[in-house]
């Protein structure tokens, strides 16, 4: 293994942290971590003269079995329930719940380095779809939540995804009506947060969309859908094949790309698989969870069964190799690793 070399100083009151002067360090020495034996080097920064380690900048710095990362992410995208991690892994269900906190944001800002990335050479072309997947949270019936989720089609990568509160569903027995009342009566009525969840998508597009081509954007006939993208396109789209939901759903239906991701969602993602008791009990969980699938689906996982050398990201060439699980969870990206590192 090389040689670790701090990129800057870890302490963000330092100057020498955002580059503000010159980063300058030295070898203060090392010691062997207790949970997995490696030896971790210790600096001194030659600037603010405070200690720290090459442990510092690791996503698994002062976790306990750290080795285990890169099987708990294996279980978070194959249906496999956080309990039934906890027993496979012989580790506590609460462990698993932190890395699901933990790993979350971090590969969300993983993608988040690939998109700016994708940005800053001309941006990505192609044509694209969204669609929402409906789950819930706590209960179907009363908390139903939307997922959109947009794509690049040919690729299958997925440029963004959000999760939003539906409103309470109509019908429900006298039982769930009087729950429903006591529950309106401590957070107030449950209102449609699907638009504002879908124009955070189609403007996560537009960021990373390439300005010089018009948008090629598939997606199922929504009233609200069409004066998002008008919102934020303008006169810039070409092609919007607004399909009916009720065509067949095979492999010739424009929607299939999206449908397919749908469906790999709900087969891999534990909480999304229908009548589940894995289901979410709270939304901030959800997201957290489908930030993860998304790095796994576009950096990890190859694009197709029969490109066994390719995931989606590089066939958009935002990178040239695949990822191993154990890479994405190496390093706090992008906060204390520079991009160029990945
Ligand atoms: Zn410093």
Known sequence: M????PPFCPYPSCAAHAGGVTFRSYRDGSYQRAVDGRRVQRFHCCH???????QSFRLDYRQQKPRINPQILGCFVSKVTHRQTARILRIDR??????????GPALHRWHAVFLARARSRGGLSGSFSFDELETFEHDRRLQPVTVPVLIHRATRFVVHLETADLPSRGGISALNAARKKARERIHGRRTSGSSRAVE???????RVHSPRELLQLVMDRKSTYLPIVRRHFGKRFAALIREYGSAPRNTLNPMFPINHMLAMLRDQVSR???RSWAASKKQAELIHHLWIFVAWRNYVRPMFNRTKHLSSAMALGLTDRRYRPAELLRWKWPDLMPVSAI
């Not at 090389?2 to 070399?5: K, L, R, Y």
């Not at 603010?48 to 090459?54: A, W």
């Not at 955070?200 to 537009?206: E, G, P, Q």
């Open 2 to 5: 090389t040689a670790f070399t």
């Open 200 to 206: 955070a998508c189609v403007v996560a597009l537009k």
């Open 94 to 103: 609460k462990t698993v719940q932190r890395r699901l906190r933990h790993f």
């Open 272 to 274: 999304l698989v229908r």
């Open 48 to 54: 603010c003269l405070r200690r720290f380690s090459s």
